[in-house]
């Protein structure tokens, strides 16, 4: 099945500072990226929708400014989370889709990515 | 815009025997996605099933099956001879079909899913 690696898995960083996450898709091309939050015990909030090319859609509520992503290519999107606070922390997950009318119409998730701002 | 509801937030099945989730939705379109993904305590969400609405025969994946009513907006999953390994959060999902429609997944809020030995 289709592969999409995330990472780093773990990552730590000081209050203020910026850190970034990848999310590739190993064997395929990904027209669109998703990322994703999750609160302990909560399901997945989606935060932004990125195309390769274009500037990501976010989701409302979400800010722009502080959850900066890039997809600057078919199989590469990154999330940057810009002066992190504590009240970042969480589990962020990508995941990449499939041209939903050809290859399984399916969406493919990273390992995810647990932040800890402190 | 769509939603997704699973009504029961836990469940448990004792090791071999059978349990069944259940999850509804909520759309106007005729032709969308639905999916079961699994979340073990790793994170990783693993897809279990997916069903095209435009068929009428329910998926099956080896101890995975749905029963997906399109009239009822009903899509459960059956586990079948339960294992240690099943136990997880399980989440439903949907996805439009429509061309010119939203690509991204709407999640229900998940049910946790304990197997007793």
């Known amino acids: 099945g289709a592969v999409v690696s995330q990472h780093p898995s773990w990552v730590i960083c000081k209050s203020g500072t910026s850190v970034k996450i990848e999310c590739r898709s190993l064997?395929?091309?990904?027209?669109?990226m998703f990322w994703y939050r999750q609160f302990p015990k909560q399901s997945l909030m989606l935060m932004a929708t990125?195309?390769?090319?274009?500037?990501?859609?976010?989701e409302q509520g979400v800010e722009k400014d502080k959850f900066l992503i890039n997809h600057a290519s078919l199989t590469l999107s990154t999330l940057t989370v810009t002066s992190a606070h504590p009240e970042d922390s969480s589990f962020y997950i990508c995941?990449?889709?499939?041209?939903?009318?050809?290859?399984?119409?399916?969406?493919?998730f990273g390992e995810g990515s647990w932040l800890t701002v402190v | 815009a769509q939603t997704v509801t699973q009504s029961q937030p836990e469940m448990s099945v004792q090791e071999a025997e059978t349990v069944t989730l259940s999850c509804t939705y909520d759309?106007?379109?005729?032709?969308?996605?639905l999916f079961w993904y699994k979340q073990p305590p790793s994170r990783q969400m693993i897809l279990v099933i997916r069903?095209?609405?435009?068929?009428?025969q329910n998926a099956t994946e080896n101890r995975f099956s749905v029963n997906f009513q399109k009239a009822a907006k009903s899509f459960s999953l059956k586990i079948s001879d339960s294992q240690l390994g099943d136990a997880a959060m399980y989440f439903c999902?949907?996805?439009?079909?429509?061309?010119?429609?939203?690509?991204?997944?709407?999640f229900g809020k998940g049910t946790k899913l304990t197997v007793n030995p």
């Open positions: 995941s990449a889709s499939l041209n939903r009318r050809t290859r399984g119409n399916t969406i493919y």
């Open positions: 064997d395929f091309q990904a027209t669109t």
């Open positions: 990125s195309n390769e090319g274009s500037k990501a859609t976010y």
């Open positions: 759309t106007s379109e005729s032709d969308y996605y």
């Open positions: 069903q095209e609405a435009y068929k009428q």
């Open positions: 999902a949907y996805r439009s079909a429509r061309w010119g429609g939203s690509e991204k997944l709407v």
